[in-house]
């Protein structure tokens, strides 16, 4: 039988001047349902540029400067990989990077909802950036 804690709550509750005991039960959380989950899709983007670090600190600042914080809290964003951990297993390391351009790319985790306003965000940067392909799962991205 799990514990319950007794907290008296005067004036919050109040019904012609009684109050009333609310009581909190200790209760072991459940997982979540495959519906109530965040859909998350990732992204390949690339810059001309900036490679690595560099590049993930620039698409953290447009989106802040785009749609504020209030939005960047909203697109989750996460950070995957980097451009020299880019390749499909098995092969040369550098298959993704194209060296003769010096394009930098990495690989974002946002969420469902958030994948337009972090490609405009994107788009209207001071920097170059493309984002070059979208998926759902990350052996589609690279695959």
Not at 1 to 21: C, R, T
Not at 40 to 55: A, F, V
Request: with cysteine; proline share 3%.
């Amino acid at each position: 039988m799990p514990k319950a804690l007794e907290i008296d709550i005067w004036q919050v509750l109040e019904d012609e001047s009684n109050y009333y005991k609310l009581y909190f039960v200790d209760k072991i959380m459940k997982a979540l349902k495959p519906s109530q989950k965040e859909n998350k899709r990732y992204l390949l983007i690339s810059s001309g540029k900036l490679n690595g670090k560099k590049l993930q600190e620039v698409v953290e600042k447009s989106i802040l400067d785009f749609v504020g914080v209030l939005g960047m809290s909203k697109t989750g964003l996460g950070w995957i990989k980097a451009e020299k951990d880019l390749a499909p297993r098995g092969a040369p390391s550098n298959t993704l990077k194209d060296t003769s351009e010096g394009k930098g790319k990495v690989v974002a985790c946002i969420n469902r909802e958030a994948v337009n306003s972090f490609r405009a965000s994107i788009v209207v940067s001071e920097i170059k950036m493309q984002v070059e392909k979208v998926s759902g799962t990350l052996k589609g991205l690279l695959g």
